[in-house]
C-alpha cells in the first residue's frame, strides 16, 4: 500500500513536473519583467503572474514544494494526531512552534494562544511595517478523548480533522519552509500565523486578536482551510449563534406530575421555530444542533438547554430569525405553563443569549489579493469560483481588511465527522496556487523599483 502510495505520488510529481517545464519554456521565452519595467509586481495586470513565476528563487520555493509532498502529508498527519479542541489547542501549538522555528521564523505566541511566526523583508528601508497575514487555524470540533490516530486506506489518510484543518496546517508549514529554502525576501512582513478558536463556540477568537493586533499594517489577509481549490471565499457570510435556556423547579415524576416541565417547554418552543419560514434568497438558514437537560428519567428537569445556529446572506434576515427565535421560546413558555394542571409549584423562566456573533462583509473584485489568485489558477491551470462562506475571513472582511480564505489542495471530505478523510493526490497544484498568491500580494524585496 505504501508502495502504490510512493508511486501514485510520484506519477503526479512526474506529469506535473513535465506541464511545468512545458509552461516554464512557454514563460521563458516571454520578456522577462525587470528587464522591461522597473516597476513592482503588483502593477502588472493579473494575467502575467509568469514574470513571478519566473524569478529563479520563487522557481527554487515551487520545485520544493513538488519534492516534498511526501514529508508535508506526514507532517499533516503528526499534526493532526494532537488533539486541539476549540479552546484547548496548547499542544498542538506548541507541536507548530517547533515548525516555523525549522522554517527559519521568528515565532511568539500571543495571550490567546495564536502561534505566530514572522519572515520580515531583507532590509528597514522594503517597507517592513506593513504585512500579509496568511492563517490557519489550529482548532478542531472534536473532544480531547476523540481517537486522532491516522488510518492510511490506500493513498488516503483518515481521522477526525486530517481535512479540516490538517491541510490548511501542513500548507501554512510548507510555505513557510519553501520561501525559506528558496531564501525569498519579500517586499512586505510575512506572517504565518496558526490561529486558535475558528470552530463553533471558537467564535472566531484566535483571528479576532491577530486583527486588532496588527490591523494598521495589514495590506490582505490569506486564510488557508480545507483542501478544495475549485472555489475562494470573497464573501463573508454572517451567522449567529443562540442559546436558549428554560428553568423551572423540577421534581418527580409521579408525585409532581402536572408541574410545567422546562423540556416540554423547550420542545413546544423547538417545533413552533422549526416551522419558521426562510427565504431562499437572500438565502437563510437554522440548525438546531446541541440539546440537553435533565438528570434522570424520573425527574422533572429544573433546566433545559437549544444551542442554534442561524446563518444569512442578508443582516435583516439575522435579525428577523433571532427574534423569531426568542418569540418561539417565550410561546413554548406560555404553551407549557397554560398546560400545566399544577401552577402552584413554580413557573417556568426562560432567557435566549447570543454565544457567538460572525460579522459579514464582501472583498471588493479588484482586490490584488484577488488578482493574485487569479494569476496563480492561472499559473496551475485552475478556475476557480467565488463563494460566500463563514471562515476565519469573516473577521477581516468585515473590517474592511482585504482577505480570502482558500483550501490548500488535494481533496478531502466527511469534515466534522470522524471518518474525515484526505487525499493527497494534486495538493502540489494548491500549494503553488497558495504560494504564487502570497508571494504575489507580498512582492519579492528585490522588486522594489529603484
Ligand atoms: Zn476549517
Redesign the pocket.
Known amino acids: 500500500m505504501l508502495r502504490a502510495h510512493t508511486k501514485l505520488i510520484r506519477n503526479i510529481a512526474r506529469t506535473s513536473a513535465m506541464k511545468q517545464t512545458v509552461l516554464c519554456v512557454i514563460l521563458l521565452s516571454m520578456p522577462v519583467r525587470s528587464a522591461v519595467s522597473p516597476h513592482p509586481v503588483r502593477s502588472f495586470p493579473a494575467a502575467q503572474t509568469p514574470p513571478l513565476a519566473q524569478d529563479v528563487q520563487v522557481r527554487a520555493a515551487l520545485e520544493w514544494l513538488q519534492n516534498n509532498i511526501l514529508s508535508i502529508n506526514e507532517t499533516q498527519a503528526r499534526l493532526t494526531e494532537v488533539p486541539a479542541p476549540s479552546f484547548h489547542e496548547a499542544k498542538r501549538a506548541e507541536a507548530l512552534k517547533k515548525y516555523f522555528e525549522a522554517a527559519g521564523l521568528l515565532v511568539e505566541t500571543d495571550k490567546v494562544g495564536n502561534v505566530i511566526g514572522t519572515l520580515t523583508p531583507a532590509t528597514a528601508a522594503n517597507g517592513q511595517s506593513e504585512a500579509i497575514l496568511v492563517s490557519a ?1 489550529l482548532d478542531t470540533v472534536f473532544p480531547a478523548d476523540t481517537d486522532t490516530r491516522v488510518r492510511h486506506e490506500g493513498s488516503r489518510m483518515i481521522a477526525p480533522g486530517i481535512s ?2 490538517g491541510t ?1 496546517l501542513a500548507a501554512l508549514i510548507a510555505l513557510a519552509n519553501s520561501i525559506h529554502a528558496a531564501r525569498i525576501r519579500p517586499r512586505y512582513t510575512i506572517l504565518f500565523a496558526a490561529n486558535v478558536g ?2 463553533g463556540e471558537g467564535n472566531l477568537r484566535g483571528m479576532r486578536a491577530l486583527i486588532e493586533a496588527y490591523h494598521s499594517r495589514l495590506k490582505a489577509v490569506i486564510v488557508l ?2 483542501s478544495s481549490i475549485d472555489h475562494v471565499t470573497t464573501k463573508a457570510l454572517a451567522s449567529r449563534r443562540l442559546e436558549a435556556t428554560i428553568t423551572g423547579p423540577g421534581g418527580h415524576s409521579w408525585s409532581d406530575f402536572g408541574m410545567a416541565n422546562p423540556i416540554n417547554a423547550l420542545v413546544r418552543a423547538s417545533v413552533r421555530f422549526i416551522n419558521t419560514k426562510v427565504p431562499m434568497a437572500p438565502r437563510t438558514t437554522f440548525n438546531l444542533g446541541q440539546i440537553e437537560g435533565g438528570t434522570s428519567v424520573n425527574s422533572i428537569p429544573h433546566e433545559a438547554h437549544l444551542k442554534v445556529d442561524i446563518r444569512s446572506e442578508s443582516e435583516d434576515e439575522l435579525g428577523r430569525l433571532e427574534s423569531a427565535l426568542r418569540d418561539c421560546v417565550a410561546a413554548g413558555v406560555r404553551d407549557e405553563m397554560e398546560s400545566a394542571r399544577d401552577r402552584s409549584k413554580g413557573k417556568l423562566e426562560w432567557k435566549v443569549e447570543l454565544l457567538g456573533k460572525r460579522p459579514g462583509g464582501e472583498l471588493d473584485a479588484a482586490s490584488p489579493v484577488l488578482a493574485a489568485l487569479r494569476a496563480a489558477d492561472e499559473f496551475i491551470g485552475n478556475q476557480s469560483r467565488t463563494e460566500r462562506s463563514s ?1 476565519d475571513a469573516n473577521i477581516p472582511l468585515s473590517e474592511g481588511i482585504d482577505a480570502i480564505s482558500i483550501g490548500a489542495g488535494g481533496s478531502g471530505g466527511g ?1 466534522h465527522s470522524l471518518q474525515e478523510w484526505y487525499e493527497p493526490a494534486g495538493r502540489e497544484r494548491g500549494l503553488k496556487r497558495a504560494l504564487l498568491t502570497l508571494l504575489g500580494v507580498s512582492g519579492l524585496a528585490q522588486e522594489i523599483p529603484r
Do not use: C
Request: charge should be negative; glycine fraction near 20%; hydrophobic fraction near 10%.
Open positions: 487555524h479540516d484543518n490548511g475558528e470552530e482551510d480545507g471562515t469534515a
